[in-house]
Each structure stands twice: as C-alpha cells, then as structure tokens.
C-alpha cells in the first residue's frame, strides 16, 4: 500500500559542497509536494520569508472558487488552510507563528478531505503532536478554516473540530519580595565565558520588560512590540499623557483586549529616563538596540538565575499584577479595565483575593443563631377564637 502524501511543505535541501568541502551552492528551503519541488530561492535563515512562498504556493495551487457548495467529502484539508492562509491569516498579530502552525497541520493530515476529520481523528493529531497545548491551538486554527470556509460558501457543510480540554488557568503569581528578586537577577546576570562571569550585562533588557509587564499587566506580546514614542503599526507609551496604548492605531479589536493603561508615577519615571538616556531608541525593550521580538529564551535564563522553577513564565506576570489589583481592593470593573480582560474574567479568577472575600459568610456559618422567645401563650389563634367564642 503506497505512503500518504504529507502534502505541500518545507523541506531545507542540504548544502551541496565540492570534493575538497567547498560550499558550492548554500542550503536553500524548497517546497516539497509529491513528487514535485520547487525552490523557495531562500536561506536555512530566512524561515519566514520561506513559509510566506509556502502560502502563496498553496493559494495558487488551490482555487477555492471552484469548490461553491461542495461537498466536503471531496474537498481536500489543503483547500481550506490554503483560503485561510491567503485571506485571513495575514492580518493576525503574528502571521508567521501563524503560518508555522497552519504547517503543522498539512503536515499531518496531507491530502485528506474535509470530512475526514472528526473525533478520531483530532485526537490522532494530539496524540502525533506530543504537547496537547500546541496541538489544541493548531487544532484551533483548523477550526477557524472551516469556519472561514464555510462562510465564504465553498462547502456545503461546517465540519466540527473537536478540541483537547482547555488547560486549567496558571495559579502561580509572585509575591513583591519574589518579584524584585526576579528584576534584580534580570539586573546583575552576566555572560559566561568558559565558565566564569564576565563584565558584559545581557538581561537588562529582560528586566525592563518585567517592570513594564509586572505594573501594567500587559502581556508578553504587546509589551515587546511597544514604542517609546507614537509609531504607525505599533502600541506606543504617551510619555507626556502617561498612559500606554497597547493596540496600535487602527488595529480592529479582538478577543484579547487591549485597552489604554495609565502608567503608575514609578514606571512613568522609569520609561521617561530610558527614552533620554537611549536606552529605549525606538522600543520600550531592545537588545543591542533592536527590537526584541520574543523575551521567552531570555526569561528563561534570567528565571534560573533567581532560582524559580518552570512554573514562572512571562504571563506569570500578567497574573500578579491582577492578583495584586484585587488583593488592593481594586474594583473589579476597574482592575479588568487595567489589566485588559473581561469582568467576568477578572470576578470568576481572582475574586478570591479580594479583602473580605466571603467574610459575612465565614462570620455567620460558625456562629449561633440567635435563641428565639419560647411563646408564652402556645394556644393557636383557632384556640383563642373558640374560648372567646
């Protein structure tokens, strides 16, 4: 029985050197389709710009047009990831993270048919993944395929995706004492040159990011994407207004809230001086003055150093500031709006923190009702009637 095709995907052809071990021609990402290739003409460091030639592959190669009202036993998986790749994916926040995991999927289920996937068929893929977290957000992103799919009228039915258990929320947040332990350690962390510490800070950066994270709730995201001064395309901070503006202007808004923030006087004063001494040129975090795109490997590092365990992640911060919000007594209406989640969210999460939570409750349950006057006169009012009577 032949191998099922994985379908279009990227594959890095290897360098070709000559006989003395001279690079002749560099290694180079091709897409792989079959039996067919084609060269993307890109570098082993050029990841990003090589998925983009991916989705613009797959578009040519499948036309949703034809596919009005189809059925979905007939429509092949690629047809709609290659509609979601082209029409909507481009506009997320993160388009190549987006376009790693649509990968993923074609990866896995080739050249099947919409009507394939089902129960058994998902949880196949959790299983091929490894890591249910990553396989339920690619899951996620198949799901909004056939939805956008089916919208757009090119199958004629809405094929259900069934999804791993939502992970339970993080209950990790860190207290002030551990969080000015993880800044300060962000603070003194140095290179390791045969293994010993050299002069040269290489967390600094990381330790800014914390500050702006820990005291405005923002997540990881918004943080390193943000400008110190207004800027087309990015959330910025108005150092003259105080205030933050996660959502870059004209940006629609989505699930994930993002509202403007007042910055506390402390960081306010923190994020001024950075912008006059340099330190922030264009971004609020840089690295040898360059955006920082992802502070993920570099928390890590700065995480062990303070001798936290893996527990404490950069949304671990988001987590304190809004548990430290409803610790304070903040409203909850105002906390949320801070933090930028949904009231609900913010209630059902981190009420229990709040001061005086349940204290009417926890007063009353153990106390003694109060011990009611025996009645005097235990003649019924119908007794009373027929004695007066």
């Known amino acids: 029985m032949p191998r099922p095709s994985k379908g279009a995907r990227l594959w890095l052809q290897p360098a070709r050197r000559s006989r003395n071990g001279n690079i002749e021609e560099h290694s180079v990402w091709v897409i792989r389709d079959g039996s067919r290739k084609r060269s993307t003409g890109f570098r082993e460091e050029e990841r990003g710009e090589a998925e983009r030639a991916l989705a613009d592959y797959l578009a040519e190669k499948h036309d949703p047009s034809h596919h009005r009202n189809n059925r979905a036993d007939l429509i092949p998986i690629a047809d709609a990831i290659a509609a979601y790749s082209e029409e909507i994916a481009p506009a997320h926040a993160r388009p190549t993270e987006t376009a790693a995991r649509l990968q993923n999927l074609l990866d896995h289920f080739g050249e099947q048919c919409m009507a394939d996937v089902n129960g058994s068929a998902c949880r196949a893929y959790v299983s091929a993944r490894g890591v249910e977290s990553s396989a339920r957000r690619e899951l996620e992103d198949l799901r909004a395929a056939f939805h956008h799919f089916f919208r757009e009228g090119h199958v004629d039915r809405l094929i259900p995706v069934v999804l791993p258990p939502k992970p339970s929320s993080r209950e990790r947040w860190l207290e002030r004492s551990e969080a000015a332990r993880l800044i300060w350690a962000a603070w003194r962390l140095r290179q390791k040159y045969k293994g010993h510490p050299t002069e040269r800070a290489i967390a600094k950066h990381v330790a800014r990011f914390i500050l702006v994270a820990l005291y405005t709730g923002t997540r990881a995201g918004a943080v390193c994407g943000a400008a110190i001064r207004p800027t087309i395309g990015c959330g910025y901070i108005d150092l003259g207004a105080g205030l933050f503006h996660r959502r870059p202007p004209?940006?629609?808004?989505?699930?994930?809230?993002?509202?403007?923030?007042?910055?506390?006087?402390?960081l306010l004063a923190h994020l001024r001086r950075w912008e006059?001494?340099?330190?922030s040129?264009?971004?609020?975090?840089?690295?040898?003055?360059?955006?920082?795109?992802?502070?993920?490997?570099?928390?890590?590092?700065?995480?062990?150093?303070?001798?936290?365990?893996?527990?404490?992640?950069?949304?671990?911060?988001?987590?304190?500031a809004a548990t430290w919000l409803a610790r304070a007594g903040v409203p909850f209406v105002e906390g949320a709006d801070y933090v930028g989640m949904s009231v609900e969210t913010f209630e059902r999460v981190y009420r229990h923190h709040a001061p005086g939570f349940q204290e009417q409750a926890r007063n009353k349950i153990a106390s003694k009702p109060p011990r009611q006057k025996p009645d005097r006169n235990p003649r019924t009012s119908e007794e009373h009637g027929r004695r007066s009577g």
């Open 281 to 320: 040129g264009t971004h609020v975090v840089e690295w040898n003055g360059k955006p920082v795109t992802k502070i993920n490997k570099a928390f890590r590092a700065v995480r062990a150093a303070a001798g936290f365990e893996e527990d404490v992640v950069p949304h671990t911060l988001r987590h304190t």
């Open 276 to 279: 006059r001494l340099g330190i």
């Open 250 to 266: 004209g940006e629609r808004e989505t699930k994930k809230r993002q509202p403007p923030v007042a910055l506390p006087d402390r």
